[in-house]
């Protein structure tokens, strides 16, 4: 599992932050880190497996509100995008 290191916007220079990812570490930066929770995974998850996830949990709500119809469109668009842009790039896309 990877490491995750939460700093503060602007406390890394762009080459600590291109060493720590070559060292495997994700690095998030945010406004105030104090306000931010530390989560470890159990596991990790494929983005694909994360994917479906994300789909099925759309699928369960039967009440949406207008809010919630808002955000599953956003998502569909997003997934779109991504795959629009998998598709420009054909070396992104794998074979399962």
């Known amino acids: 599992m ?4 939460l700093c503060a916007t602007g406390q890394l ?3 600590s932050r291109r060493e720590l990812k070559r060292a495997g570490v994700t690095v998030v930066e945010v406004e105030d880190p104090s306000a931010c929770q530390f989560i470890r995974a159990t596991y990790a998850l ?7 996830a994300a789909c099925d949990a759309l699928k369960l709500k039967t009440n949406y509100t207008d809010n ?3 955000h599953r469109e956003k998502f569909a668009l997003n997934l779109i995008e991504l795959i629009e842009a ?3 790039r054909p070396e992104a896309v794998t074979s399962g």
């Open 2 to 5: 990877a490491e995750v290191f």
């Open 13 to 15: 220079t762009a080459a």
């Open 46 to 52: 494929s983005a694909d497996d994360m994917l479906w």
């Open 68 to 70: 919630d119809r808002l």
């Open 86 to 88: 998998a598709h420009a």
